[in-house]
């Protein structure tokens, strides 16, 4: 009965007095198929599962592209806060042959006076330091500064400066430690009590081939400043994979515009994600950095983003913010971190790849500065990171559902990139 009908409604409209030659034919196979039982085609198949992700191939493209060789199996200790500075005190307690210190910032406070001093202990006991700081961040102006860099030269320790910059900011903003040629230390961590006390930070313990590699980067930046050596000194001692440990690569990025590999390195990482990214930093303002993870979460990978409500530069906290609305419409999980200021720069990626180390996601970090970070791959590290940062921080932290910028943060989102370019930052980066 309904398909006599539909060919009458069709002859009574002009528009339809004529149809053509292919729904003839459909109504007629309906029509031969009439009394016959319904047949429902089968459901589409279900998409494929993406293939796995090629970290190896990852890797190569990584030593390619950033001149980091594959460091073998490291033993890595994911440490924050009180235990990273115990750490690294014990570490330096048991020193017996040289200490390198590289660090952006290290304040004249109790904290960093105290351990000035363990440092010249060690000195007289015949292990060599050294010390390597940035001007910027290190003000030997300040009064609290000229009093512990007298502490530590008097003491025998030998302490280079590398000059502030006039215009460029390209600042030496790495933050590593090496220990007899053995154990070393990479991270977000500056030296005195902000650092290491009031504020949430990293740094972490690194034993195995990989502190061969800590080494040389101290030794580069040392002997660009005039810095020596004792060519009697054991300074790469033969060291095993260690079993049970992790691939590693130390990512040793050059300011002044020299190279990208830090920000490459997180830029394919997010790209190769298929699960789960989470990143915790403080100044998260690089554009193509939130357009990878706008990508990411677009395409299905949970992503989760952390940053300090109680930011010490609140400009760059403005422009981060003025990105909410974009990473939120995108489906990215973004928190605040409510206890204190955050100052780590950590990810994880899949649990398989994790970073963390001295690079900020900005400008300033990714282009500009003298950064390390460590990129190591394995679930057992990839986990320790999430229960030591992700999963206590998450708890802490207020989700934004919504966010509406000012026009004050729009436009400091605009004009950040050549801020951070062009004028140094305040030393508490």
């Known amino acids: 009965m309904i398909l006599p009908l539909l060919f009458m409604l069709a002859a009574a409209h002009p528009a339809l007095a004529a149809p053509d030659a292919e729904v003839v034919s459909a109504l007629a196979q309906l029509r031969g198929q009439a009394g016959s039982a319904l047949v429902v085609p089968p459901p589409p198949a279900p998409p494929a599962a993406p293939a796995p992700t090629d970290w190896a191939g990852y890797r190569k493209k990584l030593e390619t592209t950033a001149g980091a060789l594959d460091a073998g199996r490291n033993a890595i200790r994911f440490l924050v806060d009180a235990q990273a500075a115990d750490a690294l005190s014990l570490d330096v307690s048991r020193a017996a042959s040289s200490i390198h210190i590289e660090v952006f910032q290290w304040q004249g406070d109790a904290d960093g006076l105290a351990f000035a001093r363990a440092l010249t202990a060690k000195s007289a006991a015949g292990v060599r330091v050294r010390v390597l700081l940035d001007q910027y961040g290190t003000d030997p102006d300040d009064p609290q500064v000229a009093a512990l860099l007298a502490v530590l030269r008097g003491g025998g320790v030998q302490v280079l400066m590398r000059p502030a910059p006039f215009l460029d900011g390209h600042l030496d903003h790495r933050k590593v430690v090496v220990i007899d040629g053995t154990v070393g230390f990479a991270g977000g961590m500056n030296i005195g009590g902000r650092y290491q006390a009031q504020w949430h930070d990293q740094l972490s313990e690194i034993r195995g081939p990989a502190v061969a590699d800590l080494q040389r980067a101290f030794l580069s930046q040392w002997r660009a400043l005039g810095g020596t050596v004792g060519a009697d000194e054991v300074l790469f001692p033969a060291s095993a994979a260690q079993a049970g440990g992790y691939k590693t690569l130390v990512v040793a990025h050059e300011g002044g515009g020299k190279d990208k590999n830090i920000k490459h390195a997180y830029l394919d990482a997010f790209a190769g994600a298929q699960r789960l990214i989470r990143v915790a930093d403080p100044y998260l303002v690089d554009a193509d950095i939130v357009a990878g993870l706008e990508a990411a979460a677009r395409r299905g990978v949970k992503v989760q983003i952390i940053e ?55 400008a300033r970090s990714l282009a500009d500065n003298d950064e390390l970070n460590i990129v190591a791959f394995g679930s057992g590290l990839a986990d320790d990171v999430e229960g030591v940062l992700f999963e206590p921080d998450l708890k802490n932290s207020a989700r934004i559902i919504s966010y509406d910028p000012s026009l004050g943060q729009v436009i400091e989102r605009s004009v950040s990139w050549l801020m951070e370019r062009k004028t140094p930052s305040a030393p508490a980066l």
């Open 308 to 362: 300090p409500r109680l930011n010490d530069q609140k400009i760059v906290q403005g422009a981060a913010r003025a990105y909410y609305p974009g990473l939120i419409a995108a489906g990215v999980e973004v928190y605040e971190y409510l206890p204190r200021m955050a100052h780590e720069k950590v990810a994880v990626v899949d649990d398989e790849w994790t970073t963390f180390g001295s690079s900020n996601l900005d």
